[in-house]
């Protein structure tokens, strides 16, 4: 990794432009739903804030818990001297980076969501900003994490361009989305043998909508859905290499999640801006 001497971050700003919102994390039974606009985007993730707060912060609620370690172990390089993790959320993303001697600056566009990050991590660094269009200087970091959050970004190439720019020749960007091949379609239950059944199609960018209500807790889910070539493209246009993927496995920690040992839940990416 590049040493700091070499990053530039002194133009971060503190406040930001609106850009655009929506979600992901375990994405739940997938359903169609009609795209709000490009003013609704923009508020979906603040309107679910608080509903997001207690679904992240619920210890082994969600599928975060038990894939973690995988992309922190086999995906994440050796901590840098700058990361910025795009979409930081509530802050746990960043809060784990920081548990393993990562510099992060979690970039986020709901202003709920940006502040309970820095009430929870007081010592770290979170701007409220819009990550396809990042008031962060070419050149000022060496890691960027954009973890279940390219497909709640309303212009997803434009944050994959924005990561190209503020990375160091040599930096790395790391990525967790859910894998395509769930986006088009649903398990028939929670089974470990339960069934998957194709209702979408696979190709291009779809809207979807959806809510799960589990344990007690409930979340709207907003974003796109992507075919792996889409993300592909985006990372080519930016002048990304990629140089792994990864399809893991669930760690055993929650045990609803056996069928996912049978079918990829997310897809790993590190890339290499040369
Ligand atoms: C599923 S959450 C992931 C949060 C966190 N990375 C995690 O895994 O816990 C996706 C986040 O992306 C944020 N987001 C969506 N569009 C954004 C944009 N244009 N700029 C910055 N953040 C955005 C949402 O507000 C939301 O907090």
């Known amino acids: 990794m590049a040493p700091h001497r070499r990053i530039n971050i002194s133009s971060i700003a503190r406040t930001t ?54 992309f922190f172990d086999r995906i994440v390089p050796a901590a840098g001297a700058v990361t910025v993790e795009l979409g930081c959320g509530e802050g746990r993303v960043s809060r784990d980076l920081r548990d393993r001697a990562h510099h992060p600056i979690g970039i986020e566009l709901s202003p709920t969501l940006v502040g309970q990050a820095m009430a929870a991590d007081p010592g770290g660094r979170y701007v409220r ?73 696979y190709f291009g960018r779809r809207r979807f909508e959806a809510t799960e209500a589990r344990a007690g807790l409930t979340m709207t889910f907003r974003g796109w859905s992507y075919a792996l070539e889409e993300y592909a493209r985006a990372f080519e246009r930016a002048g990304f290499l990629i140089e792994r993927i990864a399809e893991p496995r669930p760690d055993g920690s929650i045990a609803d999640l056996e069928r996912w040992h049978r079918l990829p839940l997310f897809l790993h990416i590190r890339a290499v801006r040369p």
Do not use: K, Q
């Open 129 to 201: 900003a819009d990550a396809s269009r990042l008031p962060l200087a070419d050149g000022c970091c060496d890691l960027v994490v954009a973890y279940n959050s390219l497909m709640d970004i309303a212009d997803m190439e434009a944050a994959v361009a924005e990561a190209g720019r503020i990375l160091i020749p040599g930096g790395r960007f790391c990525v967790c989305v859910t894998h395509p091949i769930n986006e088009a379609g649903r398990f028939d239950s929670r089974a470990a043998d339960a069934r998957f059944v194709v209702t979408d199609t």
């Open 17 to 70: 432009a609106p850009g655009a919102a929506r979600t992901t994390a375990e994405r739940p039974r997938l359903r169609a739903g009609p795209y709000r606009g490009a003013v609704a985007a923009e508020t979906e993730w603040e309107d679910e804030a608080e509903n997001w707060i207690r679904w992240a912060r619920t210890e082994g609620h969600d599928a975060y818990w038990a894939y973690r370690t995988s």
